[in-house]
């Protein structure tokens, strides 16, 4: 399952008896990607620059039932291509917008009687962040490892109170890409570990 990527433009030119790529533009979900001008040797690496990405395409494309979001996402993915593709000190960010987890109805049953679990859902039903920031790895191998932090306002105990949200996410992103199973595995795995990290 590949990312939709269209109006694709490059330049490619000489340095230095290298050829180099460069003003390689795109666009993907309502956003623009931005590739900064790279040498293209046997292992090359650079960066990609992400500007006005929208969250809600982003979530939407992902389909994870019951987690619904708007934003605009920026941020950089510096990679490298030695042994495979791999991110190193990704950066993203987002201002102002909010992000909405409606969990399941057995999900919900298990928060009534787990305080904790039951909190954790309510702060999700309705985040409405500042600010949005996460670390971004990805190995050679496809395993990512994604460190999100979010600071804003959500409801607890029935009203609007300031928060600060962490949240850490692993998974071998190429396997599941793939396989086809990243929205499916994501919704099932989601509630399971919110309520795991809750007990």
């Known amino acids: ?5 269209t109006d694709i433009h490059a330049a490619l030119n000489w340095r230095a008896g290298k050829p180099w790529l460069s003003g390689l533009t795109a ?3 309502g956003g623009r990607l931005a590739l900064a001008p790279m040498a293209l ?7 990609v620059h992400l500007s006005d990405i929208s969250l809600e395409q982003v979530l939407g494309y992902a389909s994870v039932s019951g987690l619904t979001g708007n934003g605009r996402l920026h941020g950089r993915l510096p990679f490298s291509f030695e042994q495979g593709f791999s991110v190193t000190a990704g950066k993203a960010y987002s201002d102002n917008g909010w992000i909405s987890y409606q969990a399941g109805e057995s999900l919900l049953a298990t928060g009534k009687s787990n305080l904790s679990l039951g909190l954790t859902l309510g702060l999700l039903s309705d985040l409405r962040y500042q600010r949005l920031e996460a670390d971004i790895s990805m190995a050679a191998s496809g395993e990512t490892i994604i460190d999100s932090h979010l600071r804003g306002l959500a409801p607890v105990m029935g009203k609007m109170h300031p928060v600060n949200f ?6 071998n992103l190429l396997q599941l890409l793939a396989s086809l199973r990243f929205a499916q595995e994501l919704s099932e795995r989601l509630p399971a570990r919110l309520q ?3 007990e």
């Open 1 to 5: 399952m590949g990312v939709p990527i």
């Open 41 to 47: 040797t046997a292992t090359p690496y650079g960066e």
């Open 196 to 198: 795991g990290e809750s």
């Open 166 to 171: 962490n949240y850490r996410h692993q998974e």
């Open 27 to 29: 666009k993907a979900f």
